[in-house]
């Protein structure tokens, strides 16, 4: 996308430090111990860093190859420049973050990811996800795709928990959700 690629550094400034201490609590109880935890779309890595120092094993990918190259200098080596549909992996996750990523897909491609991000979780993992919300497709005020979606998108999945939440210095509404898979 090239918005990310023309703001990285602005990008990973304004983010870098942002309080997730609400979403790490909803994801957080349902992981194991020094789980396995992939990070998809990380952008400043903050959330990938914040894991890693409760003790998880932390991978990510992020379509923009800026970021990987800032998560790399942070130490995080396990991170690979690739779209959430595109990327292929071996490996299972016993949890998987996706943090105000896959809300640059098209509603026609959601489906698809979230399909495709729980087939990569061990048996009992968890996916994060949020999403801001409403009801729109198109290009945002900085000409990124944006989706926002009702919180009825997620009914058909078997969602464990699920919050919303305000971004105070924005106001912008979230919906969050951990889906589990059995």
């Given at each position: 996308m090239s918005y990310y690629a023309e703001h990285a550094e602005e990008y990973?400034?304004?983010t870098l430090h942002a309080d997730l201490s609400e979403c790490y609590a909803m994801f957080e109880p349902y992981?194991?111990?020094n789980g396995r935890i992939l990070d998809v779309g990380?952008?400043?890595?903050?959330?990938?860093?914040?894991f890693k120092s409760k003790g998880y094993e932390v991978h990510g990918i992020d379509a923009e190859p800026k970021f990987v190259d800032h998560a790399r200098t942070l130490g995080l080596e396990s991170v690979e420049a690739v779209?959430?549909?595109q990327y292929a992996s071996t490996m299972k996750f016993d949890g998987i973050w996706a943090c105000a990523s896959l809300l640059h897909l098209p509603l026609n491609k959601l489906d698809e990811?979230?399909?495709k991000l729980l087939s990569m979780l061990n048996k009992g993992g968890a996916l994060?996800?949020?999403?801001?919300?409403?009801?729109?497709e198109g290009l945002d005020e900085k000409g990124r795709p944006m989706l926002k979606i009702s919180e009825h998108y997620?009914?058909?999945y078997p969602v464990i928990a699920s919050k919303r939440t305000i971004e105070k210095d924005r106001g912008i509404a979230w919906i969050n959700v951990v889906i589990q898979v059995d």
């Open positions: 990973i400034a304004s992981l194991p111990h990380f952008g400043s890595a903050r959330d990938m860093l914040y779209d959430v549909l990811a979230i399909k994060f996800v949020s999403m801001k919300e409403g009801s729109f997620f009914d058909p």
